[in-house]
């Protein structure tokens, strides 16, 4: 069974100070693994697809690499918009290729 | 550029009660599906349709019925409201992997 485990739980940030958040996975094949933002009383909102170890992204503060058995979003020099709650995803190969979220990490950025 | 519309954003139901949530789509993704979302636990799949007139359970799928007639629009159906149902439900698309998603409805059932 896919597995899909987010450390910690919350985060609690300076502004400025710069971070990781874990995403760690066990899946008999990956076909792909996401990362979202949700904002309080929003829907998910996309941020990175990353397909094979040693592959990484950036957009703005955030950079998010993979490894064979995790990824790891960066956030350098966060601000207060970076408040928000992240998500990690799996999606298997296979025929019946699914789709596992893990349950999310709560970040702070302090002003 | 409306993206993933769903109605209604809030509704409170009571045990027994039927009703649907909308979800449509203007960006004419085949892939659509509904998740609910509850504290403490990640987005879970409900059920999923991968084009018009095709439509397969996910994770959660007791209790609720979906359909496809059209490629915009996947409605989901709770047919006898329990409790349990109580929950935050999204409705997402997807064309190439990533997906896209409602801003979600909040459902309590007393």
């Known amino acids: 069974e896919d597995q899909v485990t987010q450390s910690p739980e919350a985060l609690r940030l300076q502004e400025g100070e710069s971070s990781s958040l874990n995403c760690s996975y066990t899946?008999?094949?990956?076909?792909?693994l996401f990362w979202y933002r949700q904002d309080p009383g929003k829907g998910p909102e996309f941020l990175f697809t990353?397909?094979?170890a040693g592959e990484e992204k950036e957009k703005e503060r955030l950079k998010a690499t993979l490894t064979k058995k995790e990824s790891f979003l960066h956030i350098t020099a966060p601000k207060p918009e970076d408040s928000a709650t992240y998500l990690c995803?799996?999606?298997?190969?296979?025929?019946?290729?699914?789709?596992?979220f893990g349950k999310g990490i709560t970040l702070s950025v302090r002003p | 550029n409306a993206g993933v519309t769903q109605t209604p954003k809030f509704q409170v139901l009571k045990t027994g009660q039927s009703m649907t949530l909308q979800c449509a789509q203007d960006?004419?993704?085949?892939?659509m599906s509904w998740y609910r979302q509850d504290p403490g636990m990640g987005l879970r799949l409900i059920h999923y349709?991968?084009?018009?007139?095709?439509?397969d359970q996910g994770e959660v799928p007791n209790g609720y019925n979906v359909s496809r007639s059209t490629t915009e629009d996947f409605p989901l159906r709770l047919l006898s409201a329990a409790p349990s149902q109580t929950s935050v439900y999204f409705c997402?698309?997807?064309?190439?992997?990533?997906?896209?998603f409602g801003e979600g409805s909040r459902l309590t059932v007393l």
């Open positions: 997402a698309s997807s064309r190439t992997g990533e997906l896209f």
């Open positions: 899946v008999s094949g990956l076909r792909g």
């Open positions: 990353l397909y094979s």
């Open positions: 995803a799996v999606e298997s190969t296979g025929a019946n290729s699914k789709l596992t």
């Open positions: 960006m004419n993704h085949e892939y």
């Open positions: 349709s991968v084009g018009a007139g095709i439509t």
